[in-house]
Nanobody, 115 residues
């Protein structure tokens, strides 16, 4: 069983930065793709960024050039560096680990961008 725990959410002013971390238990983190999703109130959960086991990345258009996803397999940890934050980035951010058999989710961390 894999558990994912997110850290790093909080309140930040527009234009500010936050770094989210996702720590995974177990031994399969390095073998699988991971992603960050977000869900704002009243909206569906959307993919923000994804990184494959090999390190290839992709981003939703709205965060390209502002967010960077990365991973440290030795630490079983994934990251989402968020710069130039906007009020529309406000959401609960979820970590996801996608295996051939199952999708694992963290419980989420709230990011609020407001002055």
């Amino acid at each position: 069983q894999v558990q994912l725990v997110e850290f790093g959410g909080g309140l930040v002013q527009p234009g500010g930065s936050l770094r989210l971390s996702c720590v995974a238990s177990g031994r399969i983190f390095s073998l699988n793709d991971m992603g960050w999703y977000r869900q704002a109130p009243g909206n569906q959960r959307e993919l923000v960024a994804r990184i494959t086991s090999g390190g290839s990345t992709n981003y939703v258009d709205s965060v390209k050039g502002r967010f960077t996803i990365s991973r440290d397999n030795a630490k079983n940890t994934g990251y989402l560096q968020m710069n130039s934050l906007k009020p529309e980035d406000t959401a609960v951010y979820y970590c996801n680990l996608q295996t051939p058999y199952m999708n694992y989710w963290g419980k989420g961390t709230l990011v609020t961008v407001s002055s």
